[in-house]
């Protein structure tokens, strides 16, 4: 999963506590992002970081925020977590913006 | 509507066939096109990447473009039991941000049956 690592790995939370994922990469690659993946859904963008303490949105923001203190670390937090944020989070990677973006394994996060 | 349609399948083929994915589009400022496997449970691993129409091939798998028809396709010949798995498309384009956003197809879930 070109040097791409997720934790944990699965989680059963519960609606209302707050949720950290976190991504962490040996490439070296400035682009990270996060999405989920539902079914009949696809892959959505969640947030993005183009740099350390870099980010922005992506289509589906809301609810998450993310944190980029080191070129290797990537963390996403769901706040105050919901039933709706059951999904599969992936992590990704690419060397610059118009790069192809190399994936992590995934998060299974169950808000029950 | 959405910018990327794919159809969900699932697709079973025998060993051996050639199996035929494919998406459609309707953003044309779409840039560039990209095929990613998918293996139950695990992270989607980039396929076939290209920019311009017409046809890219690796080994038993080619990917075509046909930009003014706003349709991709992915053939894989001599399927293998071991390609199964879901197949997602990708497209991207340069948003006003200088960030290539991709917007990904639902995926097609392949069975290839010894």
């Known amino acids: 999963d070109a040097g791409i690592t997720q934790s944990p790995r699965h989680k059963v939370t519960e609606t209302g506590t707050p949720v950290t994922l976190r991504c962490h990469q040996t490439?070296?690659?400035?682009?990270m992002y996060w999405y989920r993946q539902d079914p009949g859904h696809g892959l959505r963008l969640i947030h993005y970081?183009?740099?350390?303490?870099?980010?922005d949105k992506g289509e589906v923001s809301d609810g998450y925020s993310v944190s980029r203190s080191k070129t290797e670390d990537f963390l996403l937090t769901l706040e105050s977590a919901t039933s709706s944020q059951t999904s599969v989070y992936f992590c990704?990677?690419?060397?610059?913006?118009?790069?192809?973006?190399?994936f992590g394994p995934g998060t299974r996060l169950l808000v029950l | 509507q959405k910018e990327v349609e794919q159809d969900p399948g699932p697709l079973s083929v025998p060993e051996g066939a050639i199996v035929s994915l494919n998406c459609t589009y309707s953003?044309?400022?779409?840039?560039?096109f990209m095929w990613y496997r998918q293996y139950s449970r695990k992270g989607p691993e980039l396929l076939m990447y290209?920019?311009?129409?017409g046809n890219k091939e690796d080994g038993r798998f080619t990917a075509q473009v046909d930009k003014s028809s706003k349709y991709i396709s992915l053939f894989i010949r001599d399927s293998q039991p071991s390609d199964s798995a879901t197949y997602l498309c990708?497209?991207?384009?340069?948003?006003?941000?200088?960030?290539?956003?991709?917007?990904f197809g639902t995926g097609t879930k392949l069975q290839v049956i010894p």
């Open positions: 990704a990677i690419s060397e610059s913006a118009g790069e192809t973006q190399y």
């Open positions: 490439e070296n690659h400035r682009y």
């Open positions: 970081s183009y740099g350390v303490k870099d980010t």
């Open positions: 953003n044309s400022a779409f840039q560039y």
């Open positions: 290209t920019y311009s129409s």
């Open positions: 990708a497209m991207s384009s340069l948003n006003s941000g200088g960030y290539q956003k991709v917007t």
